[in-house]
């Protein structure tokens, strides 16, 4: 089973980074930002990408810094 990562969540929604930043307000470069770890999303964006994936907010902030559940 592959790590889940917040680039694998928004593959499986087939969503573009683009389209992905534009459902939450954001632009392309956060999304970019997001999933190579460079930055961390707050925890609006965090409950919003759960709600958005259909998962729990402990999933993406799992996902968001590397742990396994």
Same mark, same amino acid.
């Given at each position: 089973? !592959?790590?889940?990562?917040?680039?694998?969540?928004?593959?499986?929604? %087939?969503?573009?980074?683009? *389209?992905? +930043?534009?459902? =939450? +307000?954001?632009?392309?470069?956060?999304?970019?930002?997001? *999933?190579? +770890?460079?930055?961390? !999303?707050?925890?609006? %964006?965090?409950? *919003? =990408?759960?709600? =958005?994936? +259909?998962?729990? !907010?402990?999933?993406?902030?799992?996902?968001?810094?590397?742990?396994?559940?």
């Amino acid at each position: 089973m !592959p790590e889940v990562t917040l680039k694998v969540l928004r593959a499986s929604k %087939n969503l573009s980074q683009a *389209e992905l +930043g534009e459902r =939450l +307000g954001v632009s392309q470069t956060t999304i970019t930002s997001w *999933e190579t +770890g460079k930055t961390t !999303p707050n925890s609006k %964006n965090i409950y *919003e =990408l759960a709600n =958005l994936y +259909g998962v729990e !907010p402990t999933v993406i902030f799992n996902a968001v810094f590397k742990q396994k559940t």
